[in-house]
Structures are given as structure tokens and as C-alpha cells.
């Protein structure tokens, strides 16, 4: 079975700082694979996604994250992080065919010091 | 679009009742998701629909839950005889089928 592992809980950045969220992921092909973003009190939003090509995807508000095929990973990175980036990250897999449903790591809160 | 819209926000319930959960999809959808969402397990999948039909309900605790989606503008999830470990926050998405997920609010469950 697909699995998600985001093996830090929290992460403290101080603003301005650069930023990696770590994504592993455990799956028998090569999935897709999907960093969301869920703000205080608001529902799930996606940040990028990756489907197949360039292994370095970008996403909204400045975020991009590198797929790995060798060490099965899709770290989320981000070159200067701003207040309002303070929030909670997912990574999620599905498998390529899409016949399935999305599985979720449990999480990265990040926090933003000033 | 006003997005995925999940009734009520809040719920409050006393341990042995009955909650209804509701779901109504963006326009044109072809699934939707309900997923469970706590601290300790973080989001767990729970059942899925597409083009109305059950595809899988893996996640559902048998007993005492319940998902139908009767037609293309909603969805419920019915939780009989709430216990305390069922508290949480419960989140609707719906896909177009390109596998990306729009998720509403949620609605956040807590059985006293």
C-alpha cells in the first residue's frame, strides 16, 4: 500500500529564511504526488503537483519541490519565507492512473518567527 | 464557483446521538471524497464516490458509518451512536477526475 511520510512535525523558520519541508513517500511505481497547504481555519489548498517530466515543479506564492525517483522523496522548498506562510503542509500521493484516492502524509505546521 | 460547501461548520453532539454531515460539490465533479481529519492520525481516508456510485469505503468504520451520495449536488456521511473518538474534523472534496481535490471547510464534530 501507497504511504506518505513527513517526518517532521513542526518547523520553525525565521522570515526571510529559506525553507525545506521533507516528503517521503512509499509506492511501487512512480505516482503522483501533490503538496497542499491548509491555513487556519480553511480548508485544504493545493500548492503544486507533479506528474511526470522536469523533476522540479513550482507552485504558487513562490513555493517549488523537487521529485526524487531515488530516494523516493518531494521535499517542498521556498527561498524566502514570508509571515503568511505560517500554515500546515501535506504531502499526498495517488497512484498514476488516478483510479483511487489521495493518500496524506500528517503534516508539517510550519511557523514563522520574526 | 463557490467551491466545496460542507453544513454545518459546527456540530455538537451527546455521546449515543446521531450526526448527519452534508456535502455539496463544485458544479461538474465526477468524485467526491470525505476524509477525516485529528491531531494524533492526521487526515485519514474514509470513502469515495464517483459519478454517484461507491467506489471505495475502505476508511469507514462499518458499524457505525454511513456515506451515500443520492445525487450529483451532494453527499452525506451519517455517523450512528457518536462516541467521543469520533470527534474530529470531517473534510468533503470533490475532483473533476484529473486527480487534483477541491476541499471545502470542513465541519468540525464533537461528541461530548
Known amino acids: 500500500a501507497q504511504s506518505v511520510t513527513q517526518p517532521d512535525a513542526r518547523v520553525t523558520v525565521s522570515e526571510g529564511a529559506s525553507l525545506q519541508l521533507r516528503c517521503k513517500y512509499s509506492?511501487?511505481?512512480?505516482?503522483?504526488l501533490f503538496w497542499y497547504v491548509q491555513y487556519p481555519r480553511q480548508g485544504l489548498q493545493l500548492l503544486l503537483k507533479?506528474?511526470?517530466?522536469?523533476?522540479v515543479v513550482q507552485g504558487v506564492n513562490g513555493f517549488e519541490a523537487e521529485f526524487s525517483k531515488s530516494n523516493s522523496s518531494f521535499h517542498l522548498r521556498k527561498a524566502s519565507v514570508h509571515w503568511s506562510d505560517s500554515a500546515v503542509y501535506f504531502c499526498a500521493v495517488i497512484n498514476t492512473g488516478g483510479a483511487d484516492r489521495l493518500t496524506f502524509g500528517k503534516g508539517t505546521q510550519l511557523i514563522i518567527q520574526p | 464557483n463557490a467551491g466545496v460547501i460542507q453544513t454545518p461548520r459546527h456540530k455538537v453532539t451527546g455521546k449515543g446521538q446521531e450526526a448527519t454531515l452534508w456535502c455539496e460539490p463544485i458544479s461538474g465533479h465526477s468524485a467526491v471524497f470525505w476524509y477525516r481529519q485529528t491531531i494524533v492520525q492526521g487526515l485519514e481516508f474514509l470513502t469515495y464516490?464517483?459519478?454517484?456510485?461507491?467506489?471505495?469505503d475502505s476508511g469507514m468504520p462499518k458499524e457505525r458509518f454511513s456515506a451515500q451520495m443520492p445525487n450529483q449536488s451532494h453527499s452525506t456521511l451519517k455517523i450512528q451512536s457518536t462516541q467521543p473518538q469520533d470527534s474530529a474534523v470531517y473534510l468533503c472534496?470533490?475532483?473533476?477526475?484529473?486527480?487534483?481535490?477541491?476541499f471545502g471547510h470542513g465541519t468540525k464534530l464533537s461528541v461530548l
Open positions: 509506492y511501487s511505481a512512480t505516482p503522483y
Open positions: 464516490f464517483r459519478n454517484q456510485a461507491p467506489i471505495d
Open positions: 472534496a470533490s475532483s473533476a477526475g484529473n486527480e487534483r481535490l477541491f
Open positions: 507533479y506528474y511526470s517530466g522536469d523533476p
